[in-house]
């Protein structure tokens, strides 16, 4: 069971923090950038890596990554009203 905070843009999930840590979701297109592609946000998760260290000290290669991840994540579909409201 996850224990951290998800990280939203435009309705949708693209990083996780879990124990002090960024985990960024990942894609067939994007898993070959990151240098640990086995440590997971909490055991059972699937699609996230942990953030390379380098990343989080330069702003413009993170945003930039975020920026391409979300380009490719799918659209998440719109919910549906419930019963009587």
Do not use: I
């Not at 894609?27 to 390379?52: I, V």
């Not at 993170?62 to 799918?74: E, M």
């Amino acid at each position: 069971m996850m224990g951290g905070y998800c990280v939203y843009s435009a309705g949708r999930v693209f990083a996780l923090v879990c124990d002090d840590t960024l985990f960024l979701k990942t894609s067939p297109e994007t898993l070959h950038l990151f240098r640990d592609k086995t440590t997971r946000a909490y055991p059972g998760s699937k699609n996230t890596c942990q953030a390379n260290a380098e990343w989080l000290e330069d702003r413009e290669k993170l945003s930039g990554f975020v920026h391409y991840t979300l380009a490719r994540l799918p659209v998440t579909k719109p919910k549906r009203p419930l019963p009587g409201k």
